[in-house]
C-alpha cells in the first residue's frame, strides 16, 4: 500500500527553460504568474504590467497570497507565466485554434 505522501507530486517548473524563454518576447506584453492554467491571484485582469524579472522572481520563490475563503494567507508556487491580449499588451490578439477543422474555418473566413 502507498501512503499519501509517497502519491503526491509536486510539480516544479524548469525555471532556467521559462527564463531563457520570456527574455525572447517582448518587453510591452503583460505577462501574468500562473499556477497550472490559471492565474492564482485577483485582480490580474487590472494588475499594472510585472516585468519579466518579476516574474521570474514569483515563479522562483513564488509568494504570500490571501486565503479565498476565511483569514489568513497560504504561498503560492507558481508554474509559469500567461499573457494578458488586448490593451493591456498594446493590442496584441491571440487566436486559439484547436483541431484541423478550426484552421480550415480560420482560413476560410480571414481569407
Known amino acids: 500500500m502507498v501512503s499519501g505522501a509517497e502519491q503526491i507530486k509536486v510539480f516544479k517548473p524548469d525555471v532556467s527553460l521559462i527564463t531563457r524563454t520570456i527574455k525572447y518576447l517582448p518587453d510591452h506584453w503583460a505577462f501574468v504568474p500562473i499556477k497550472g492554467k490559471r492565474p492564482p491571484k ?3 485582469q487590472v494588475a499594472p504590467r510585472a516585468s519579466k ?3 521570474i522572481n514569483l ?3 513564488g509568494e504570500r497570497l490571501p486565503l479565498k475563503y476565511g483569514s489568513g494567507t497560504w504561498h503560492c508556487y507558481y508554474t509559469g507565466f500567461g499573457l494578458r491580449t488586448g490593451n493591456p499588451s498594446e493590442g496584441l490578439l491571440a487566436i486559439d485554434l484547436d483541431g484541423e477543422t478550426t484552421k480550415e474555418l480560420y482560413f476560410r473566413y480571414s481569407g
Open 59 to 61: 515563479i522562483k520563490k
Open 42 to 44: 485577483t485582480g490580474w
Open 53 to 55: 524579472e518579476e516574474i
